[in-house]
């Protein structure tokens, strides 16, 4: 299982998230190949081991930051999960809140993670 105090290292220190309550779960798929090989295994540890490097030496720049691991159960769980996290967005009523998902699938990578990508969630947009 990922380590949430990591992912809250280097996201909390984003300059993209200043000033923001941000909320991320990852919801990861423990029999995924990112987790079930070992080369692809290895090469994400050594991936977050150098942003966790390079996020050590910048400030905090979140006015804080809550970070969740969920892990899938069977097939489809997934979509549950992110549905729930949907909801408690909608339900949300901090203005400054920003919702962050990151799905963790066989076809997805640490590495492949981008601030752009469209599992983000903005409380404002919805």
């Known amino acids: 299982?990922?380590?949430a105090k990591l992912v809250q290292?280097?996201?909390s220190r984003a300059?993209?998230?200043t000033g923001k309550v941000l909320r991320v779960t990852v919801?990861?798929?423990p029999v995924a190949g990112g987790f079930t090989r070992?080369?692809?295994a290895a090469q994400n540890r050594r991936w977050l081991a150098e942003a966790l490097e390079r996020a050590d030496a910048?400030?905090?720049r979140t006015a804080s930051c809550e970070v969740?691991?969920?892990q899938t159960k069977a097939a489809?769980?997934?979509q549950v999960l992110a549905r729930d996290v949907i909801n408690a967005a909608l339900a949300d009523d901090s203005p400054n809140a920003l919702y962050l998902t990151w799905v963790r699938a066989a076809t997805a990578r640490v590495s492949r993670f981008r601030p752009n990508s469209p599992t983000r969630i903005w409380k404002r947009a919805l």
């Open 27 to 29: 919801i990861e798929n």
């Open 15 to 17: 300059e993209a998230f």
């Open 1 to 3: 299982m990922l380590d």
């Open 9 to 11: 290292c280097i996201v």
């Open 38 to 40: 070992k080369r692809e």
């Open 76 to 78: 489809g769980h997934a």
């Open 58 to 60: 910048l400030p905090v």
């Open 68 to 70: 969740t691991v969920l």
